[in-house]
């Protein structure tokens, strides 16, 4: 999975950044901060309910005042045509 959100106007450095596993910082380059993982990684839940699959993780910000996170959830839809089978491979 790939998440990426412009950095431009931000105002936050990228060590304050994280996702729902605090050990997941994002890289950065000119215009994004950018997160490169997979599906169930870096906290990510995944949910299951017939043909729909879900991701949801969440990008916190380490506020430097308070040393409290303020979080963003995130999440992912997928629809399949299909209904999916115990093994996550369409029936």
């Known amino acids: 999975m790939r998440l990426s959100l412009c950095c ?6 990228r060590s304050q950044l994280s996702l729902d ?9 000119r215009t994004h901060y950018v997160w490169t993982f997979g599906l ?3 906290g ?5 309910h017939r043909a729909v699959i879900s991701y949801e993780n969440a990008v916190s910000q380490l506020t430097q005042c308070t040393n409290t996170p303020a979080h963003s959830r995130i999440l992912c839809l997928f ?13």
């Open 79 to 91: 629809t399949f045509k299909g209904e999916l089978n115990p093994e996550n491979k369409m029936a």
């Open 44 to 48: 990510t839940m995944m949910t299951r």
């Open 40 to 42: 169930t990684d870096c």
């Open 8 to 13: 431009q106007g931000f105002g936050v450095e």
């Open 21 to 29: 596993d605090r050990l997941c910082h994002p890289t950065e380059n």
